[in-house]
Nanobody, 125 residues
C-alpha cells in the first residue's frame, strides 16, 4: 500500500521560512519524479516545483523561483521543499505528488500516480 505523507506546514510571518517534508512508502521512491503542488481557497491547484528521480534536475513555477528549493533524499524516501522569503500569497495547502510531468514551468498534475493529504502553510502579513 502506497502512502505519501507531508509535514512541516504551519503559520509564519511574511519574510520567514518553512521546510516541508514528504515521506513515501510502498513505492520505489527513486524511480519517481516528485513534485509539490499548492491550492489556495477558491483557486485551482497549481504546480510549485518538481525534481527528477535522481535529484539531478529541478524546475520551479515562476512565482517561487529564487525563493523555494526542492530536494530529495532517496535513501530516506523523503522529498523536501525549503521555502524562504515567504509571502502572504504563498498561503495554501501544499501537496506532495509522485509521478507528475515535470515541465520547464514546474509540475503538471498529468501523470501523478499518488497524492499526499496536504499540509497547510499560512503566511501572515
Amino acid at each position: 500500500q502506497v502512502q505519501v505523507v507531508e509535514s512541516g506546514g504551519g503559520l509564519v510571518q511574511a519574510g520567514g521560512s518553512l521546510r516541508l517534508s514528504c515521506t513515501a512508502s510502498g513505492l520505489t521512491f527513486g524511480s519517481y519524479t516528485m513534485g509539490w503542488f499548492r491550492q489556495a481557497p477558491g483557486k485551482e491547484r497549481e504546480g510549485v516545483s518538481c525534481i527528477s528521480g535522481s535529484g539531478r534536475f529541478t524546475n520551479y513555477a515562476d512565482s517561487v523561483k529564487g525563493r523555494f528549493t526542492i530536494s530529495r533524499d532517496n535513501a530516506k524516501k523523503t522529498l523536501y521543499l525549503q521555502m524562504n522569503s515567504l509571502k502572504p500569497e504563498d498561503t495554501a495547502m501544499y501537496y506532495c505528488a509522485a509521478g507528475p510531468l515535470c515541465t520547464a514551468n514546474g509540475p503538471s498534475p498529468n501523470g501523478v500516480n499518488f497524492w499526499g493529504q496536504g499540509t497547510q502553510v499560512t503566511v501572515s502579513s
